[in-house]
């Protein structure tokens, strides 16, 4: 049984997953589904639960449930940002989708939020004057106050360079006094040590503390602050070991400067001072803010194909009024604007040509390096770039509708998702530090009783080590640093990602299963003969495209198309419907038409005849449609479509078919046409006469027998199956209900796309997997090494150092394999 239930005080994707996991705890509960966008959860139990059963596994959280028809909760939400760096998230996606609007650390794990790089950075240049700042003004000039030429006022720095900036300047500032701090204590390594001829070591002892002061409580001041965090809020992570472990060494130091006398002889150097371990930490956490420091850098990198696209969309636009051409910013333009494009000029908004023509070079959005010729009537997006002609478009998307803000929030929106591999990392993660911690005590109980003298100096140094060197942090990030960085990869070869899990997905693919029309074939169907059955041809054509002038279907708009090149005048109708595999039907002049296949003749007992089986068969023999006219219940016309098959479709299948993929063509077509366009491409299997339905107990036939199923298409009736399957894949050439139902939306619309996600795919997995196994084989070894098992027989210990500078770069390691997949060749 299902039951629907309202939830209230759920914000984000965290707090959905938090929900779910609770009342998935009860046994009565099969599966739970929560609906953000709506605040509900849909339960299926294997026996009824009262709302106080279900609200006690929630007691502990902010969330409460009701009963269905309890109003929706009104969220009120900040405005949207207008300029960069008002969205930040975690690079560890600690509450998967989730952003944050101000700058900061993971309330989770401690790490700094990143900036996300959104289309609203893309607003129009702003002009300033160097003298006057508070002149602002939106095309060049002079200042109104002193008459100097105004600047280009670039976009606000971005937040992550902010960060960067900031994490470089806490770094200068704690080298500037770990350096000092460090050559003091290794002076007492020098034979002679010409400093303690200036004071004794106990004064350098209090020099030591005094400089390491604003390294530990200015410059590294946040590692504690982020280690306290942690454990308060039991999400352990790689600064909850750093804050024990240079916490520990400093106070360790403090405690023997103040209070010497409390210490045993062990801890004593020969002068009788005790060991200090300023050194220690200081140089242990300035080389982690190094590492932090190297990973902002990084970070910046990972983002860069949301960067590259940000910089297609131009800040000025030609605008023309009453005939004359004007220079206008961006956000001014409005939807039905006349636009002119120059040679050399980025199309600024999405829209249709409406005089000239051209050829346009589409492969930033595409993928596609060849340039596309353009017309009269056709469509243009923003970004894309004019060659050698100008042209005139009506605008018809702007700002946040455009194509490319759709593929830049759609790469954000997958960048920060999670994919399944990750709850692999997330679930040792929970259990690394823990474990971490106990290792270290165990070093420290197994160097007091068997280590060789001092036992207790060696005991602690080596727990400090284990705690330093184990870094959870190279753990957590394997995984989504690799689908920032392939997802980017993705949008530049013209494949848009919608979700890590559809990313790891297609890579475990069995079946696919493609439509013909638009998906196989170009989608631009052409009538190729019609023949009047004891009907007037003329009155033919017009009874056909009247009732067609209110389809979308490709069919009906080329035979609509092919009725105006014959001067054919439309006539108004009613009663319009269509149904859907079949055809649509409509009354004109009083007269009920009906045009479709085969079963939609039988719907109205109209039987064919010869004439029309010989039409049928001599078409649909040569990849043809057979659309079949009635009207009044009486067959009067028959019309043959073409739609040629795509010059990329042979070739994507055989490499389809070359990495296990069996390919299955499903489409509304009679048999005969869908066989010879399966003939023609070698498909694995074609099923014809096939409804919406059929398309969905398909893909669930196939899931039932174990098989993962892709399913590629690009109309309205694709888009149930291409919601069921393990991965949809929508043409970008089809229909928003298709690319909405979609977990992949190929922009340029062929199966070649196809082929580049199944390569993305495998290559991101790949890497997610060498960076799991470089973060484990890390922690394997560098573990068991700070403990110090390689003492007893080669008499080698790892310093508390080493193991900082090592655990600083694992992260760095980690993100640098990810950064390799930019330039990962995809066929």
């Known amino acids: 049984m299902k039951h629907t239930y309202r939830v209230t005080g759920m914000s984000c994707n965290g707090c959905k997953s938090h929900v779910e996991e609770a009342l998935l705890q009860l046994p009565e509960v099969k599966s ?27 007691a502990d959280s902010q969330y409460v449930i009701h009963p269905a028809d309890y109003p929706k909760e ?123 001829q200036w004071m004794p070591i106990q004064y350098w002892n209090w020099v030591q503390l005094l400089l390491s002061i604003p390294v530990v409580f200015y410059a ?100 023309i009024v009453g005939g004359e051409e004007i220079e206008i910013a961006i956000n001014e333009i409005v939807v039905g604007d006349l636009l002119r494009v120059k040679p050399g000029d980025k199309v600024p908004v999405d829209g249709e040509i409406k005089e000239g023509n051209s050829t346009i070079d589409e492969s930033m959005i595409t993928g ?66 823990p474990a971490v911690v106990g290792v270290s005590i165990i070093t420290f109980g197994v160097w ?11 005991a602690l140094v080596n727990a400090i080590a284990v705690l330093i060197i184990a870094c959870p942090c190279a753990l957590g990030l394997a995984t989504p640093m690799s689908v920032m960085v392939g997802v980017g990869k993705g949008a530049e070869l013209g494949v848009l990602i919608k979700n890590a899990a559809s990313l790891e997905r297609m890579n475990k693919v069995d079946v696919l299963i493609i439509d013909k029309t638009g998906t196989v074939t170009e989608g631009q169907p052409t009538v190729e003969e019609v023949v009047a059955l004891g009907f007037d041809q003329t009155e033919l054509l017009q009874q056909i495209a009247s009732v067609n002038q209110r389809s979308e279907h490709p069919l009906a708009e080329a035979i609509v198309r092919y009725a105006q090149d014959e001067g054919v005048t439309l006539q108004s109708i009613t009663d319009f419907e269509s149904v859907t595999g079949k ?101 694995d299997e074609v099923v014809a006469d096939c409804l919406p339905a059929d398309k969905m107990e398909k893909v669930k036939a196939l899931q039932s027998q174990g098989l993962v199923v892709a399913m590629a298409g690009d109309g309205i009736n694709d888009a149930p199956a291409l919601a069921l399957a393990d991965v949809g894949i929508a043409m970008g050439t089809g229909t928003d209900i298709a690319i909405e139902s979609a977990a992949i939306t190929l922009v340029k619309g062929d199966l070649h796309g196809i082929v580049k996600a199944r390569i993305l795919s495998e ?63 995809i066929v």
């Open 32 to 58: 739970a589904s929560v609906e953000l966008a709506e605040g509900t959860v849909t339960l299926e139990m294997l026996a009824h639960l009262e709302l106080a059963q279900l609200q006690e596994v929630l």
């Open 74 to 196: 009104e969220k009120k939400l900040a405005p949207m940002p207008t300029i960069r760096g008002e969205n930040y998230y975690c690079p560890m996606h600690c509450e998967g989708e989730k952003t944050y609007r101000q700058f900061g650390d993971c309330p989770v794990c401690g790490m700094d939020l990143v900036a996300e790089v959104s289309a609203a950075s893309t607003s129009a240049t702003e002009y300033t004057c160097p003298m006057h700042p508070d002149i602002v003004s939106d095309k060049p000039g002079s200042c109104p106050k002193c008459g100097m030429d105004l600047v280009s006022k670039e976009p606000e720095t971005a937040v992550e360079d902010k960060s960067f900036q900031r994490l470089v300047r806490k770094f200068k500032i704690a080298t500037g006094f770990t350096l000092p701090i460090f050559l003091i204590a290794m002076s007492d390594m020098l034979p002679n040590n010409s400093i303690y």
């Open 220 to 319: 590294t001041w946040m590692f504690f602050q982020r280690a306290y965090t942690s454990i308060m809020t039991r999400n352990y992570n790689m600064f909850t070991l750093i804050g024990i472990g240079a916490g520990v060494a400093w106070l360790f130091s403090v405690f023997g400067l103040l209070f010497p006398e409390v210490f045993p002889d062990q801890f004593r150097t020969e002068s009788g001072a005790i060991h200090m371990y300023f050194e220690s930490a200081t140089v242990i956490l300035t080389l982690v803010l190094l590492g932090q420091v190297l990973e902002a850098r990084a970070h910046s990198k990972t983002n860069s194909a949301v960067k590259k696209l940000l910089k297609l969309a131009p800040n000025r636009a030609v605008k």
């Open 368 to 433: 596609e390096p060849m340039p596309v010729d353009k017309q009269a009537g056709d469509k243009v997006s923003a970004g894309t770039i004019n060659g050698k002609q100008s042209f005139t478009i009506t605008a018809q998307k702007i700002g946040a509708d455009t194509l490319l803000s759709q593929i830049i929030d759609m790469v954000n929106q997958a960048s920060r998702s999670k994919a399944p591999i990750q709850k692999l990392a997330d679930k040792i993660s929970g259990y690394f530090v």
């Open 448 to 458: 007091v009783v068997f280590g060789p003298e001092p036992q207790f100096v060696y």
């Open 583 to 683: 055809g649509v039907t409509a009354k004109v002049g009083g007269q009920l038409t009906a045009i479709g296949n085969e079963k939609l003749l039988l719907d109205y007992e109209v039987k064919l005849n010869n004439v029309a089986h010989e039409f049928a068969k001599k078409h649909q023999s040569v990849g043809r449609t057979v659309s079949y006219v009635a009207v009044d219940g009486r067959l009067v016309g028959l019309v043959a479509i073409g739609d040629k098959i795509k010059s990329t479709s042979k070739q994507a299948i055989e490499d389809l078919k070359a990495n296990g993929i069996k390919v299955i063509m499903m489409t509304g077509d009679h048999m005969r046409t869908a066989q010879a366009v399966g003939d023609e491409l070698s498909l």
């Open 763 to 825: 290559k991101v997995m790949r890497n997610v997997k060498q960076n799991l196994f470089f973060a484990l084989l890390y922690n394997g070894f560098g573990v068991p090494l700070a403990a110090g098992v390689l003492f007893p027989f080669f008499g080698i210990l790892l310093s508390p150092m080493i193991a900082a500078l090592a655990m600083s770069f694992s992260s760095v390691s980690v993100i640098s394999n990810a950064l390799r997949l930019r330039v990962a060749k």
